[in-house]
């Protein structure tokens, strides 16, 4: 339990990232914001779920941060663009958060993932987190769309086992209309992990006719191969499970009518990855 700023109890862990939750930081003062994006003494969190089998190798704890400056219109947490909706969480009582369970992830053979949101908006908060969480033996992972990559330092990239980098589509004018931003600093952020032969897992959200382009698979496919560190592409079907919280927030949703993908369609994605020589999920 975390008793927040304006004296309510605030409880951070969830049973889902599912659950909506808004305006945890609403008496935060902007200076205070400001302070710990700065310092990254406090962070702002939507929760922690554990259990996770999707988000890293074993079982593992997953922090989900606020704040996300993309606008992908599939986001399945659309409550996570807004920082204000985290609650703010020191540093120090994520790391005892962690603690409690670093003996289990690691018979679990699992770890600590940081996703939300987009982790890297909240960089110095990221830094401090994954590097305690490493120093005590727990294997680190962070989902990122990539395009922050740039405010990790070299030692930093050291803190963080895996990278979980999503890219969402292929060629820029694709990208800016799926997420409201340019692709070219994912790629950069790719190349760099590659170049220090950080392990990545490519995660891909397959979305029928809005990023099943065979020709779109198949340049992506041909990257991440070119990379060398890639260990595995996740294709992750779409669903509709977080259609609930645009409409609770009153954001256009313009995928109301989009089903999952078939079975023939998931087995077309992977094949395309795996062709080449891509382990592909
Ligand atoms: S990058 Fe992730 S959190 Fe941000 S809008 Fe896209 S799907 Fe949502």
Redesign the pocket.
């Known amino acids: 339990m975390i008793v927040g700023p304006n004296g309510t109890t605030l409880t951070l862990d969830s049973k889902s990232p599912f659950d909506l939750r808004l305006d945890q930081s609403r008496e935060v003062t902007e200076s205070a914001v400001k302070k710990a994006l700065r310092t990254g003494d406090m962070g702002f969190l939507h929760s922690f779920t554990t259990g996770s089998t999707v988000d890293g190798p074993g079982i593992r704890v997953v922090g989900w941060t606020a704040g996300?400056h993309?606008?992908?219109l599939y986001?399945h947490?659309p409550d996570?663009?807004s920082m204000i909706n985290g609650m703010p969480v020191t540093v120090e009582r994520a790391v005892e958060h962690l603690r409690q369970y670093r003996h289990g992830l690691k018979i679990m053979s699992g770890g600590f993932t940081l996703r939300?949101?987009?982790p890297l908006m909240q960089d110095r908060f990221a830094a401090k987190l994954l590097t305690a969480a490493q120093a005590m033996g727990i294997h680190t992972a962070v989902e990122t769309?990539g395009s922050l990559g740039d405010r990790l330092s070299d030692e930093e990239l050291e803190k963080i086992d895996l990278v979980l980098l999503?890219i969402k589509t292929w060629g820029s004018e694709k990208h800016t209309r799926l997420?409201g931003q340019d692709i070219g600093p994912t790629l950069d952020f790719a190349r760099r992990l590659a170049a220090r032969k950080r392990p990545v897992w490519i995660r891909f959200v397959l979305v029928p006719g809005l990023t099943d382009d065979p020709q779109d698979l198949k340049e992506i496919a041909r990257f991440a191969a070119g990379l060398g560190n890639v260990e595995r592409v996740e294709v992750l079907p779409f669903h509709q499970l977080g259609r609930y919280k645009w409409e609770r927030l009153e954001i256009k949703y313009e995928l109301e009518a989009v089903a999952a993908p078939s079975k023939e369609l998931f087995d077309q994605a992977c094949g395309i990855f795996r062709t080449e020589g891509l382990k592909a999920f």
């Open positions: 996300c993309w606008r992908c986001c947490n996570t663009w939300g949101g987009e769309n999503g997420t």
